[in-house]
Protein backbone atom coordinates (compact mmCIF):
# COMPACT_ATOMS: atom_id res chain seq x y z
CA UNK A 1 0.00 0.00 0.00
CA UNK A 2 2.90 2.56 0.78
CA UNK A 3 4.67 1.53 -3.05
CA UNK A 4 1.36 2.90 -4.49
CA UNK A 5 0.61 5.80 -2.40
CA UNK A 6 4.20 6.68 -3.08
CA UNK A 7 4.20 5.86 -6.95
CA UNK A 8 0.99 8.37 -6.83
CA UNK A 9 2.58 10.91 -5.05
CA UNK A 10 5.41 10.72 -7.30
CA UNK A 11 3.10 11.07 -10.14
CA UNK A 12 1.17 14.21 -9.34
CA UNK A 13 4.53 16.00 -8.83
CA UNK A 14 5.53 15.17 -12.32
CA UNK A 15 2.32 15.48 -13.77
CA UNK A 16 2.11 19.13 -12.00
CA UNK A 17 5.36 20.68 -12.99
CA UNK A 18 5.19 22.73 -15.69
CA UNK A 19 7.71 21.21 -18.61
CA UNK A 20 10.15 23.26 -19.95
CA UNK A 21 9.37 25.85 -22.38
CA UNK A 22 5.66 25.08 -21.29
CA UNK A 23 4.89 28.70 -19.35
CA UNK A 24 7.01 31.82 -19.77
CA UNK A 25 10.25 32.70 -17.02
CA UNK A 26 8.79 35.87 -15.50
CA UNK A 27 11.74 38.62 -14.43
CA UNK A 28 12.27 41.44 -12.53
CA UNK A 29 15.43 44.15 -13.48
CA UNK A 30 16.48 46.46 -10.87
CA UNK A 31 18.21 49.26 -12.52
CA UNK A 32 20.85 51.28 -10.97
CA UNK A 33 18.89 54.40 -9.91
CA UNK A 34 16.57 52.21 -7.94
CA UNK A 35 13.44 51.58 -10.27
CA UNK A 36 12.51 48.14 -11.52
CA UNK A 37 11.13 46.54 -14.70
CA UNK A 38 8.46 44.06 -13.13
CA UNK A 39 7.41 40.94 -14.70
CA UNK A 40 9.34 40.88 -18.38
CA UNK A 41 10.46 38.43 -20.18
CA UNK A 42 14.39 38.23 -21.19
CA UNK A 43 14.38 38.43 -25.12
CA UNK A 44 18.29 39.06 -26.23
CA UNK A 45 21.46 40.58 -25.49
CA UNK A 46 22.00 43.20 -28.22
CA UNK A 47 25.38 44.63 -27.77
CA UNK A 48 25.51 45.61 -24.08
CA UNK A 49 22.25 45.98 -23.49
CA UNK A 50 19.60 43.25 -22.48
CA UNK A 51 15.96 43.85 -24.40
CA UNK A 52 13.13 42.40 -22.41
CA UNK A 53 9.39 42.35 -23.41
CA UNK A 54 7.01 44.03 -20.78
CA UNK A 55 3.51 42.75 -22.28
CA UNK A 56 3.35 43.92 -25.13
CA UNK A 57 6.36 46.41 -25.48
CA UNK A 58 9.96 45.91 -25.99
CA UNK A 59 12.82 47.33 -23.97
CA UNK A 60 16.16 47.79 -24.33
CA UNK A 61 18.00 48.29 -21.06
CA UNK A 62 22.38 49.10 -20.69
CA UNK A 63 23.54 46.11 -19.20
CA UNK A 64 25.64 48.57 -16.74
CA UNK A 65 22.37 50.23 -15.59
CA UNK A 66 21.23 46.44 -14.26
CA UNK A 67 21.86 45.84 -10.54
CA UNK A 68 20.16 42.90 -10.15
CA UNK A 69 18.11 40.47 -12.20
CA UNK A 70 15.51 38.09 -10.29
CA UNK A 71 13.36 35.14 -12.13
CA UNK A 72 10.40 35.73 -9.66
CA UNK A 73 9.15 31.46 -9.35
CA UNK A 74 5.30 30.54 -8.45
CA UNK A 75 4.96 28.91 -5.75
CA UNK A 76 2.90 26.58 -7.66
CA UNK A 77 2.80 23.05 -5.60
CA UNK A 78 3.69 24.72 -2.42
CA UNK A 79 0.55 26.84 -1.29
CA UNK A 80 2.07 28.10 2.03
CA UNK A 81 5.33 29.31 0.78
CA UNK A 82 6.23 32.18 1.25
CA UNK A 83 6.46 34.61 -1.76
CA UNK A 84 10.06 34.92 -3.41
CA UNK A 85 12.01 32.20 -1.18
CA UNK A 86 12.53 29.94 -4.58
CA UNK A 87 13.65 33.18 -6.59
CA UNK A 88 16.87 32.88 -8.57
CA UNK A 89 18.52 36.12 -7.64
CA UNK A 90 21.17 37.26 -9.74
CA UNK A 91 23.53 39.99 -7.82
CA UNK A 92 25.45 42.90 -10.68
CA UNK A 93 26.41 45.14 -8.67
CA UNK A 94 30.21 44.18 -8.37
CA UNK A 95 30.92 42.78 -11.60
CA UNK A 96 32.36 44.63 -14.72
CA UNK A 97 30.19 45.13 -17.56
CA UNK A 98 32.28 41.94 -19.22
CA UNK A 99 31.11 39.97 -16.51
CA UNK A 100 27.88 41.03 -16.50
CA UNK A 101 27.18 39.99 -20.16
CA UNK A 102 28.77 36.82 -19.62
CA UNK A 103 26.43 35.84 -16.71
CA UNK A 104 23.28 37.24 -18.25
CA UNK A 105 24.74 34.62 -21.46
CA UNK A 106 24.50 31.32 -18.81
CA UNK A 107 21.58 32.77 -17.87
CA UNK A 108 20.18 32.53 -21.43
CA UNK A 109 21.25 28.91 -21.66
CA UNK A 110 19.91 27.85 -18.25
CA UNK A 111 16.60 30.19 -19.39
CA UNK A 112 15.96 30.33 -23.08
CA UNK A 113 13.35 32.61 -24.01
CA UNK A 114 9.99 31.40 -25.35
CA UNK A 115 9.07 32.42 -28.85
CA UNK A 116 6.35 34.96 -28.82
Known sequence: MKTVFAALACLVLLIGRPTPGAAQDRWQVELNSGAYLWDVQLVRLQGPSLVVRQADTTVTVPVREITQLRLVVASGLRPMARAGTRDEVYQ??????????ALIREIFQQHPPSEH
Open 92 to 101: LTLQNLDERL
